[in-house]
């Protein structure tokens, strides 16, 4: 069983950046692929990107794609967002998932969620 706790959401300015964090609870952590997604204001939660068990393969969506970057610590248990250039469709709600399938954008493949962090981007 693994607990997924997001961080580092916020208010930020058009073109600004954050970093969120999804710290993960128990020894397994490092046994899984981790995920990014967003759901924004009336939308469907979509796919952001996601990281390989050591972290040495990424995979990313189109539209965040040279902006974001997932990153990750096993010995921290924690993986990372960093977002830069943020813009004002990037205000959602971001969750942190793992899961045991590599790589995957399908919600259904990820076992286990974070209750998510709010990013809000003005223009």
């Known amino acids: 069983q693994v607990q997924l706790v997001e961080s580092g959401g916020g208010l930020v300015q058009a073109g600004g950046s954050l970093r969120l964090s999804c710290a993960a609870s128990?020894?397994?952590?490092?046994?899984?692929?981790m995920g990014w997604f967003r759901q924004g204001p009336g939308k469907e939660r979509d796919f952001l990107a996601t990281?390989?068990?050591?972290?040495?393969?990424?995979y990313y969506a189109d539209s965040v794609k040279g902006r974001f970057t997932i990153s990750r610590d096993n010995a921290k248990n924690t993986v990372y967002l960093q977002m830069n250039s943020l813009k004002p469709e990037d205000t959602a709600v971001y969750y942190c998932?793992?899961?045991?399938?590599?790589?995957?954008?399908?919600?259904?493949?990820?076992?286990?969620w974070g209750q998510g962090t709010q990013v809000t981007a003005s223009s």
């Open positions: 128990g020894r397994t952590f490092s046994s899984y692929a």
């Open positions: 998932a793992g899961g045991s399938s590599w790589p995957s954008r399908v919600q259904n493949d990820y076992d286990y």
């Open positions: 990281i390989s068990w050591s972290g040495a393969s990424t």
